[in-house]
């Protein structure tokens, strides 16, 4: 079966069902491959995670409110809008 029908055989199945456990089932399925594909890092940004970590509970990194982030981004959203 190919991927196309596959995906349309499923929407038929879940457009049909009334089951709920059925349903809370397949959601589940999908939503925590969603998760996984959103978070999966390679090693070397688990590394470069890991670095980050280790300097900050060093205290030898800079952190930022999230108001100073804020500012930050706006100032650099608008150099870009005046950028010629």
């Known amino acids: 079966m190919t991927t196309t029908a596959l995906k349309k055989e499923l929407i038929k199945a879940i457009g049909n069902s009334d089951d709920a456990s059925f349903l809370q089932a397949v959601y589940t399925l999908v ?3 969603s998760q996984e594909q ?3 890092l390679n090693p070397d940004q688990w590394k470069e995670i890991e670095r980050r970590q280790k300097e900050y509970k060093a205290g030898k990194s800079k952190t930022y409110t999230l108001e100073e982030t804020k500012k930050m981004m706006r100032a650099a959203h608008n150099d870009k809008l005046f950028v010629s």
């Open 31 to 33: 939503n925590e491959k």
């Open 38 to 40: 959103r978070y999966a």
